[in-house]
């Protein structure tokens, strides 16, 4: 059974940082590109981030480039800097199988598996 699992969300001040963890079993973890999601109240679910299988590609939503950033190595982390209040939302970690090495998706309809969410909340 595969299951994806964040952590790391919470409250935070604008202009702070937090690093969302995700931990994937129940899948030969290489085989998947991983993309981080988030879904705010009212609105539909978002791209966010993305890292190919072999970690060697990163994509990132416009909002948040430069800001957060996207990497892997059992887990898959988001860095995420400068927070703003726009940025809350329920983050989700989504997995991708894919034959690719460097090929990303960003549409959520692309990803096979889904984590339950964390929620960022950040205070203006």
């Known amino acids: 059974q595969v299951q994806l699992v964040e952590s790391g969300g919470g409250l935070v001040q604008a202009g702070d940082s937090l690093r969302l963890s995700c931990a994937a079993s129940?899948?030969?973890?290489?085989?998947?590109?991983m993309g981080w999601f988030r879904q705010a109240p009212g609105k539909e679910r978002e791209f966010v981030a993305a890292?190919?299988?072999?970690?060697s590609s990163t994509y990132y939503a416009d909002s948040v480039k430069g800001r957060f950033t996207i990497s892997r190595d059992n887990v898959v982390y988001l860095q995420m800097n400068t927070l703003k209040p726009e940025d809350t939302a329920v983050y989700y970690c989504?997995?991708?199988?894919?034959?690719?090495?460097?090929?990303?998706?960003?549409?959520?309809?692309?990803?096979?598996?889904w984590g339950q969410g964390t929620q960022v909340t950040v205070s203006s």
């Open positions: 890292i190919s299988r072999s970690g």
């Open positions: 129940g899948l030969t973890f290489s085989s998947y590109n």
């Open positions: 989504a997995a991708d199988f894919t034959y690719s090495l460097v090929a990303v998706t960003t549409t959520q309809y692309g990803y096979d598996y």
